[in-house]
């Protein structure tokens, strides 16, 4: 039959290539702002994974008080020295090893409560999206609702609820910071994924795999997913800086991360309040500098992995 | 001398050379066509010569305007001579005019940036120029946005901004393509009339030659950033040198279809779909009104139309992926598509109705291989042993001519062509007695639209499937259609066998349709012309 | 394009009345027994029962969420009810003052600080965005890139104690006393005074948004210089600024509105941080101090307000994305 013969176009075809997973990879590395932030929140990594070893190897605890050695006769914390590398703060705890238990708490705060808040924000935004109709309206007035309501004052209404009649909290503070976080994000990821729902459910792709009788979780599965994952993890990796600011925050104004435990917030709102940040610089400048590389550490990597994977960031 | 010339010119996007030194020149008075497909360098090269590409381009060579050398001019003395020395028109005038402007600024812009002028002048020589392009009661629509118009009016628009300063040179680049046939053709006249009265300049560059013959004095024939063949406009079309030329001028039909489908005996084909008083509005706007037809078993049904005829929404209705107002469908006597809402197509009807869309972009999974993205249907309908699933695979790949690596590669990774024959392959996975294509060629290359034409022909006479063929173009529904179904704002105009409607049409709005094909005046010159493609 | 208004404000209506039925839950956990709260502290139990007659308190909820949203029986002479004028947000039992008036009170400070870094962030980052878009991967651009994401990437009241300490400590130390140490004075006292109480707070402000905002107008700035009608533009002989300013800033302000609405309406619903370090009497502080000392009504009477500030706010940016768009013109 003549219809075997192949057409010139059709035998021009670019040899086979590697797996799309190393292609991806290298596409990534080859990007400069993902390589740069790769490294500083591997530094980050680092430093939350080295916090007991570096606590045992000083002899120091994170909320171990050492007024003898570590606060001079006026009762004024040391700078830096041997001991303590970093100085202390004005309770003679080690501001080093308080920093780096800092990096501990951000981290476990800030990964839980943004992941949450993704695998919720993106599944509501999925079934809002696909199914379209009242389920839509009703989810996309929640998402409303839910962004209307500010981030820090109402974290404090919650917070300040959360105070049983003796003044101690009912619930663990870490746990209320992570499910508060959790709650004003997962809106976020909602409206996003539904709005790349939207656009994929009326698309072409979507309509041949229904004409060729597929079911709607086959939709779901293989054409929605894939497509939609890769801006969702993206957006995983702005968010999370930014939550790891709002602990950060609810800690500095003393509702979030309670002392002794240490967090970076509640470190330089310490060093604010008692201004022993002036006689001992390393009190504001450790926890300071350190919350400063984790959010351009992860700013860095998250405009890096926008800029290969977001398809609507690539053609502008 | 010439009002603009190139020479030796060379852009650079950067690793790859998009124009690779080309040379030509157009004359007062003249209009110099500029014919390639996509890739072909045609645009980058005016665009490039006249300071129009990003920075990120590099453009080598020489560029004389009226005797003056104008490349690596530096932008204030360039920008003095866009506008009032050269005018341009460019392809789709919904993107290239600012959404947010009304027209009136817009025009009257491209006049006080280089003058200074009243409020009122200005406003009256908008008012001048919307009437000369033919603008009905330009007072209504000067302060309209641009997408308060028609396809044709915007065009229009980019043209009174074009002459707004009586140019010595118009640059149009594809300035109909992206308009209707009829509305092309009085673009194309309004061009023509403009330049006459002007005795401006004229650069036409477009992919198919049968647009530009009926304006070209010379033309240029284009192909990987080279210049394949230069002359005359009377050469090119009767006594063209290159094969390409000629490759190009087999698929530009000019002047309509050359060669009509064979014709097969209207009693022999049983009918398959019924399609009975179909109608379909959206928000209170009706879109199909009382529509009717049936398409017999292995037959190419034809349905032309333009834009807003409500052609893909018959599509739509027809592939179960809407259901209509009124009217209902039926396939083989069974009826499945009704008023009402829910799914609409059962399981077994669901695998005899195929589709095939415009744009293989778009309908493809982007990150899934071919071959998973043709192993779907099979797997959807209960195979599920790997290696028949294989053999099934690589059957399809055949019957669609492709060869069989395709199957390990991304749709990225494989051209327009190829991406339409996966998209092909798969709507016959399932042997449908129906395949809805909605212009499925419309995307592609004029020369690779005649090799996927060839193949749904051979693919009807191989697998005995019906076509409802949906398409704008006369020209490929005269080549591959059985009948042809006319539609105009929703209705049924005219229905017949293909040649009986293109030689002897009976409606107003046919004639008309078939008047606006190009290239009627260049009928095409020599018969062995045809063979390059057709052998 | 009225079709189009009132949906968008019936919408914004409807958020507003769900954020408002919320609150009463809220409150309902919160004021565990008020009654108790607002009698005498000697109080027997029999005047606290009549208090929580006086106040319906027996009544079923749903009744109490009508008292609540319409008109209740009144608190120490204020009415109760939010949706009169002017609502009413509550009680504040520890000031012994309606929570509507101390909100009142202290709005002029938190609107003088968000206008005002407003103002400020989105004329310098519609500058240095352009600029970075205009001037792509030169040297201006990454310059430009390394200050924003400085900006951006030091949390508020980081850069607050820091811009504190060199520019008010530091400087009072060399005996230079440009910016006073805290406090507000109104606007209409003394402009002069009122701009210099409010440098500080502003630039901390003004610092993370220009950081964000600049960066979202170079992006926008790109994609919308990518298309086709920017090349028409040149194609007339516009001039490069016209073409930045006029025809490609026109069309990517949609979401620089939107995000700047977003963040306007954030900031007027309490910088708390901001007031905080730099001890400006605005809402933000009111309600982190009640927070810490337990003053329920005040700290839910400003969520309300803030939700409320932050509906009509981003309200307001619909209602102008809406006209903007020629789709609703004509």
Not at chain 2, 103 to 122: L, N, P, W, Y
Not at chain 2, 347 to 373: K, M, T
Request: contains cysteine; aromatic residues 8%; charged residues 20%.
């Amino acid at each position: 039959m003549a219809d075997t013969i192949h057409s010139p176009v059709a035998l021009i075809v670019p040899r086979a290539s590697p797996s799309p997973g190393i292609l991806l990879l290298k596409r990534l590395w080859r990007e400069r702002a993902v390589r740069t932030g790769a490294v500083i929140v591997g530094i980050v990594l680092l430093a939350a994974l080295s916090a007991p070893v570096v606590s045992h190897l000083l002899g120091h605890g994170p909320m171990e008080q050492f007024e003898g050695t570590a606060l001079d006769e006026m009762g004024l914390p040391i700078g830096p020295t041997l001991e303590f590398p970093l100085g202390a703060d004005g309770n003679g705890r080690d501001v080093l090893v308080r920093t780096l238990y800092g990096a501990q708490v951000s981290l476990l705060v800030g990964v839980p409560a943004t992941t949450i808040a993704m695998i919720i924000g993106t599944a509501i935004g999925l079934v809002s999206g696909f199914f379209a109709g009242r389920t839509d309206r009703i989810i996309s007035q929640a998402i409303d609702v839910a962004l209307s309501f500010p981030f820090v004052v109402t974290a404090l209404s919650l917070l300040a609820l959360n105070r049983g009649g003796t003044g101690q909290p009912i619930v663990p503070p870490m746990v209320v910071v992570i499910t508060i976080i959790a709650l004003f994000s997962w809106a976020y990821f909602a409206r996003l994924a539904r709005g790349l729902v939207l656009e994929l459910r009326t698309s072409p792709m979507v309509e041949a795999s229904r004409t060729i009788g597929a079911s709607w979780a086959r939709i779901i599965w293989f054409d929605i997913l894939p497509n939609i994952l890769p801006t969702v993890f993206v957006y995983w990796a702005v968010q999370l800086p930014a939550n790891i600011v709002a602990e950060a925050t609810l800690s500095f104004l003393g509702v979030g991360i309670q002392a002794p435990m240490p967090s970076w917030g509640n470190m330089i709102a310490e060093a604010q309040r008692t201004s022993l940040y002036q006689e001992q610089p390393w009190f504001l400048a450790g926890p300071g500098l350190a919350l400063f590389l984790t959010v351009v550490g992860f700013n860095t990597l998250s405009a890096g992995l926008r800029n290969v994977l977001d398809p609507n960031r690539r053609r502008a | 001398m010439s009002v603009f010339s190139v020479d030796h010119l060379r852009v650079r996007f950067g690793g790859v050379q998009a124009v690779r030194g080309v040379s030509f020149g157009v004359e007062s008075g003249r209009t110099l066509a500029i014919v390639g497909e996509s890739g072909s360098g045609k645009s980058a090269s005016l665009l490039g010569a006249t300071g129009l590409l990003p920075g990120s381009a590099s453009v080598e060579g020489n560029v004389l305007h009226r005797g003056q050398e104008i490349l690596g001019l530096p932008d204030r003395d360039l920008r003095r001579l866009r506008g009032p020395q050269i005018g341009f028109v460019f392809q789709d005038p919904l993107s290239n005019l600012h959404p947010l402007k009304t027209i009136g600024d817009q025009i009257g812009e491209a006049i006080s940036v280089h003058q200074r002028i009243t409020r009122r002048q200005k406003h009256e020589r908008v008012l001048a120029l919307l009437d000369d392009v033919g603008i009905a009661d330009p007072q209504a629509r000067f302060s309209d946005y641009p997408r308060h118009l028609s396809g044709g009016m915007r065009q229009r628009v980019m043209i009174a901004i074009a002459i707004a300063l009586d140019p010595g040179l118009i640059i149009a680049d594809e300035p109909t393509t992206a308009l209707d046939v009829t509305v092309q053709a009085a673009i194309l006249d309004l061009l023509k009339r403009l330049q006459e009265e002007h005795g401006t300049a004229l650069i036409f560059v477009s992919h198919d030659l049968a647009v530009v013959s009926d304006i070209a004095d010379d033309v240029v024939v284009m192909r990987d950033g080279l210049v394949v063949e230069q002359a005359p406009a009377d050469d090119i079309y009767l006594r063209p040198r290159q094969d390409y030329t000629r490759e190009l001028l087999g698929a530009a039909r000019l002047g309509g279809p050359k060669s009509y489908a064979v014709q097969r005996d209207r009693q022999a084909t049983r009918p398959l779909l019924d399609v009975q008083a179909v109608a379909r509005s959206f928000a209170s706007r009706p879109v199909l009104d009382d529509v009717s037809f049936t398409i017999g078993e292995a037959e190419i049904l034809g349905l032309v139309g333009e834009s807003g005829s409500g052609k893909s929404t018959i599509g739509r209705l027809i592939a179960g992926l809407d259901r209509p107002n009124a009217g209902r469908i039926s396939l083989k006597g069974r009826d499945y598509s009704q008023p009402g809402s829910g799914g609409v197509l059962p399981g077994d009807l669901r695998r005899s109705i195929q589709v095939v869309f415009q744009d293989p972009y778009a309908s493809l999974n982007p990150r899934r291989r071919i071959e998973a993205i043709l192993a779907d249907p099979f797997v959807i309908h209960g195979t599920v042993d790997k290696a028949e699933l294989r053999e099934k695979v690589k059957q399809l790949v055949t019957d669609v001519e492709l060869s069989h690596d395709v199957l390990e590669r991304l749709p990225s990774q494989l051209s327009g062509g190829q991406r339409q024959r996966v998209a092909i392959a798969r709507a016959i996975a399932l042997r449908p007695s129906l395949i809805v294509a909605d212009e499925p060629v419309s995307a592609l290359d004029i020369t690779t639209q005649a090799k996927v034409i060839r193949l749904l022909a051979r693919l009807r006479d191989k697998l005995g499937v019906s076509f409802l063929f949906i398409s704008h173009d006369l020209g490929v529904i005269g080549e591959l259609c059985d009948r042809v179904i006319v539609l105009e704002k929703g209705q049924i105009v005219e229905v017949g066998q293909t040649q009986q409607v293109f030689e002897r049409p009976a409606h107003a709005y046919t004639r008309r349709l078939l008047a606006s094909i190009p290239g009627r005046k260049r009928p095409p010159a020599e018969a062995e012309l045809e063979d390059v493609i057709y052998g | 394009m009225v079709k189009q208004f009132s949906s968008v404000v019936l919408r914004s209506i409807s958020t507003l009345v769900i954020v408002l039925i919320l609150s009463f839950f809220i409150t309902r956990i919160a004021y565990r027994n008020p009654a108790a709260m607002l009698a005498p502290r000697n109080a027997t139990q029999e005047s606290i029962d009549a208090v929580a007659r006086a106040l319906r308190l027996d009544d079923p909820w749903y009744l109490q969420l009508w008292y609540y949203l319409f008109r209740g029986p009144d608190i120490q002479g204020a009415p109760m009810g939010l949706m009169h004028w002017p609502p009413a947000l509550g009680y504040s039992f520890r000031k012994q003052a309606p929570v509507t008036d101390l909100i009142l009170a202290k709005a002029p400070v938190t609107l003088s600080l968000a206008i005002g870094a407003l103002v400020i962030w989105m004329t310098i980052a519609i500058f240095s965005g352009v600029a970075a878009a205009r001037w792509q991967g030169r040297l201006i651009d990454h310059v430009l890139a390394f200050f924003a994401y400085v900006g951006l990437s030091v949390p508020t009241f980081l850069s607050g104690i820091l811009i504190s300490y060199f520019l008010f400590f530091q400087l009072s130390n060399q005996g230079i006393h440009w910016f006073p140490s805290s406090g507000y004075v109104p606007l209409s006292e003394d402009p002069l005074q009122w701009a210099r109480h409010l440098a500080l707070p502003w630039a901390t402000l003004a610092i993370a948004e220009i950081g964000l905002f600049q960066r979202m107008v170079r992006a926008s700035m790109l994609d919308v210089l990518g298309h086709d009608f920017i090349r028409t533009a040149r194609a007339k002989g516009v001039p490069e600024g016209r073409v930045y300013f006029s025809h490609a800033l026109k069309s990517a302000l949609n979401p620089i509105l939107t995000l700047g609405g977003l963040e306007l309406a954030a900031i007027m619903g309490g910088a708390i941080v901001t007031e905080t370090i730099f001890g400006l009497d605005g809402v933000g502080r009111m309600a982190i101090a009640a927070a810490l000392e337990g003053d329920f009504p005040v700290v839910i009477g400003t969520t309300i307000f803030a939700a409320s500030a932050f509906i009509t706010t981003t309200l307001a940016v619909d209602l102008v994305a809406q006209w903007r768009d020629p789709a609703n013109r004509n």
